[in-house]
């Protein structure tokens, strides 16, 4: 009879040790799957924005503390953009709707950060981005301030010489960085951008970090 409880007791152990080897080899392949496949890219892990203050529609500074709690999408252009700034807008206003649907517990926040400090006054982006969405958001300040945030995400722009001085164009990448609620980027959708694409992709990578970055 002692044998058997013996036997048992060994029995189990041994099940509590497989299981525990289980577990471990389980949570190793999660950490260690190829990030989801999107229309872009994502990071294996969330890379820092570094230091830097702006200001947003409201006037009111704007630090990279200020990104955490929240999903947030950030698309570079400037309001005086006579056509893919106000697309992408339209875009990512649907892919909110979408996303409220889908994964109706991820925390967003859209961002537009002007490239174009001299003419995007604060309320002038607030006019402008509230237009797209009432929950939209801008962002500005001194050009080396945005040039930080935007070499931290990858975002290019430039002002070709020579054009006139009121209705210059500025050229400029038309990313979408993805920031997880740590503050730190997690993706980078690239154009085109269609909204249902970027409701799917942004499904896939909630899916795969959301409960890790709450």
């Not at 890379?47 to 999903?71: I, Q, Y």
């Not at 009121?166 to 990448?173: A, F, G, I, N, P």
Request: charged fraction near 20%; aromatic fraction near 12%; include cysteine.
């Amino acid at each position: 009879m002692r044998g058997s409880v013996v036997t048992l007791g060994l029995v189990a152990a041994g099940l509590a040790v497989g299981a525990g080897i289980a577990a471990n080899l389980s949570w190793r392949h999660a950490a260690t799957a190829p990030p989801p496949q999107i229309g872009g890219y994502v990071l294996p892990e969330p890379r820092s924005l570094g230091a830097f203050e702006l200001v947003d529609e409201t006037g009111a500074k704007f630090a990279p503390r200020d990104f955490e709690g929240r999903w947030s999408f950030l698309y570079f252009g400037y309001t005086y953009c006579p056509d893919v700034c106000p697309l992408a807008l339209v875009e990512l206003a649907d892919v909110k709707k979408r996303l409220a649907e889908r994964a109706p517990s991820a925390r967003l926040s859209f961002f537009f950060v002007s490239v174009d400090p001299r003419r995007d006054t604060p309320e002038r982006l607030h006019e402008y981005v509230t237009y797209f969405d009432p929950e939209f958001r801008g962002l500005t300040g001194e050009p080396a301030q945005i040039a930080a945030l935007a070499n931290a995400v990858g975002a290019v722009y430039f002002v070709e010489p020579g054009q006139d001085e009121k209705t210059y164009l500025v050229s400029h990448s038309s990313n979408i960085a993805l920031l997880e609620p740590g503050g730190g980027l997690r993706a980078v959708f690239t154009s085109p951008h269609v909204a249902g694409q970027l409701a799917d992709d942004f499904a896939a990578i909630f899916a795969r970090y959301g409960a890790a970055a709450r």
